[in-house]
């Protein structure tokens, strides 16, 4: 099967500009997650998607964080604007939907860099 | 919410066992999965446990204990590619996975 596909695999911008990535899930994966992973840490849960209906954004920094997953496939992940803290691994994830036992597969993330 | 703790570092030598512990405080439970991410790479799943005791499958086994919050990665007959960070994640109600910070493992000759 193929696996999780994000772009762009790496994004330079300058603080205050905004960015966006994109991630396709598994076919099959309702659910659909996206982590941040700051160097030397454990991914950190963005926001989480149950087909387009969000499960979990608490710990979005929706001042300048914004995703969506319009037709419960694709999603995209923006940001606007960009500061220095944002610098970090973006990784996407899909599971199956309603089964506790299903792993993440994560794609390769895009990593971004804020000078 | 939840609080995972993981060693930061470990080193072992080729050939050896290493056992990495998790240690984990939800306020619910759906299961305890452990990921491998070698550096610049994906997490990639290695396990999952959701019942008390232990789950083998070949060079690795994981161990769980629901009642202490604990659980434990062992890695045999250790490789030199089996160097990476080993991210315990606890899978807590909704389906969200909370991940800890990662052992780095280091094997030496």
């Known amino acids: 099967e193929a696996g999780v596909a994000q772009s762009p695999r790496y994004k330079i911008i300058e603080k205050r500009q905004s960015v966006a990535f994109w991630c396709n899930p598994i076919?099959?994966?309702?659910?659909l997650y996206w982590y941040q992973q700051i160097l030397g840490q454990g991914p950190k849960l963005l926001i989480q998607?149950?087909?387009?209906?969000?499960?979990?954004d608490s710990q979005l920094p929706k001042d300048r964080f914004s995703a969506e997953r319009l037709k419960g496939v694709d999603s995209t992940l923006k940001i606007q604007p960009a500061k220095l803290e944002d610098s970090a691994v973006y990784l996407c994830?899909?599971?199956?939907?309603?089964?506790?036992?299903?792993?993440?597969?994560f794609g390769n993330g895009t990593r971004l860099t804020v000078t | 919410g939840q609080n995972i703790d993981q060693p930061t570092e470990m080193t072992a030598t080729e050939g050896a066992i290493v056992q990495i512990n998790c240690t984990y405080q939800?306020?619910?439970?759906?299961?305890l999965f452990w990921y491998q991410q070698h550096a610049g790479e994906a997490p990639t799943f290695l396990s999952y446990?959701?019942?008390?005791g232990l789950e083998e499958k070949g060079r690795f086994s994981s161990f769980l204990s629901r009642s202490k919050g604990y659980s434990y990665l062992l890695l045999k007959e250790l490789q030199m590619k089996d160097s990476a960070s080993y991210l315990c994640?606890?899978?807590?109600?909704?389906?969200?996975?909370?991940f800890g910070d990662g052992t780095t493992l280091t094997v030496k000759p």
């Open positions: 076919s099959g994966h309702a659910t």
């Open positions: 994830a899909s599971s199956l939907a309603g089964q506790f036992s299903s792993p993440l597969h």
């Open positions: 994640a606890v899978r807590g109600n909704a389906g969200k996975s909370t």
């Open positions: 446990n959701v019942l008390d």
């Open positions: 998607f149950q087909n387009n209906g969000v499960v979990d």
């Open positions: 939800t306020s619910g439970f759906n299961g």
